[in-house]
């Protein structure tokens, strides 16, 4: 019987085990990380920088649209969409860092 309690005990911690360390990112698969990689790089790649806001925020809207592959990026962007400012930034640059992106543009631009 005690070597029942052990066994579950030992099954218990396994499957509640986080399947990362801390600080190493979660395993992801490429191509979502790719989106969120263009996501965060989206004002260069899509040529906006130096456009106006409204004109900029097409471009941008328009290459995300043609460019992003999977499906949970999109998604990922539709939950942020509501939110605002430091707080859309903030959603932004934790999931690049869950991804194991270190920086991301938008996020900063979105602070300013």
């Not at 190493?24 to 806001?53: H, N, W």
């Amino acid at each position: 019987m005690n070597c029942r309690i052990q066994y579950f005990s030992i099954a218990l911690l396994i499957a509640c085990g986080s399947s990362a360390t801390e600080g190493e990112p979660a395993k992801v698969d490429a191509a979502y990380t790719g989106d969120i990689e263009k996501l965060c790089d989206v004002v260069a790649r899509s040529g906006s920088t130096d456009l106006d806001q409204n004109d900029r925020v097409f471009k941008i809207a328009t290459w995300l649209g043609t460019n992003l592959e999977t499906g949970d990026a999109r998604k990922f962007l539709a939950k942020i969409q509501p939110l605002k400012g430091a707080a859309k930034a903030d959603a932004l640059d934790a999931e690049a860092k869950r991804v194991g992106i270190a920086s991301c543009a938008l996020a900063a631009e979105w602070r300013r």
